[in-house]
């Protein structure tokens, strides 16, 4: 079993940025590729960005591409999201998301989720 716990979400007026960070827990974290996806009101939850285990390879939603960065740090077992340039249309709960190697984009692929955190952007 791996549990997952969302911290960093919070208000920010648009343009600003934060850091999302995910702890990781009850499973070789190296040996995880990791995700995270956000859910805004009304919509289904989408992709946003996964890394792979080695950090070697990273995937982004085009709406988020060149504005956040995904990354990860294998001795801390944390998965971070920094997000620059906010948008309203950034307002959502984000969720991480875990699942044995490789990473990949598909929602349903992923066996481990957290409870989210929200994120809201002021216009």
């Known amino acids: 079993q791996v549990q997952l716990v969302e911290s960093g979400g919070g208000l920010v007026q648009a343009g600003g940025s934060l850091r999302l960070s995910c702890a990781v827990s009850?499973?070789?974290?190296?040996?995880?590729?990791l995700g995270w996806f956000r859910q805004a009101p009304g919509k289904e939850r989408e992709f946003v960005a996964a890394?792979?285990?080695?950090?070697?390879?990273?995937y982004y939603a085009d709406s988020v591409k060149g504005r956040f960065t995904i990354s990860r740090d294998n001795a801390k077992n944390t998965l971070y999201l920094q997000m620059n340039s906010l948008g309203p249309e950034d307002t959502a709960v984000y969720y991480c998301?875990?699942?044995?190697?490789?990473?990949?984009?598909?929602?349903?692929?992923?066996?481990?989720w957290g409870q989210g955190t929200q994120v809201t952007v002021s216009s």
């Open positions: 998301a875990a699942r044995q190697s490789p990473a990949v984009t598909a929602r349903s692929l992923y066996d481990y």
């Open positions: 009850g499973r070789t974290f190296s040996g995880l590729a």
């Open positions: 890394i792979s285990g080695s950090s070697r390879t990273t």
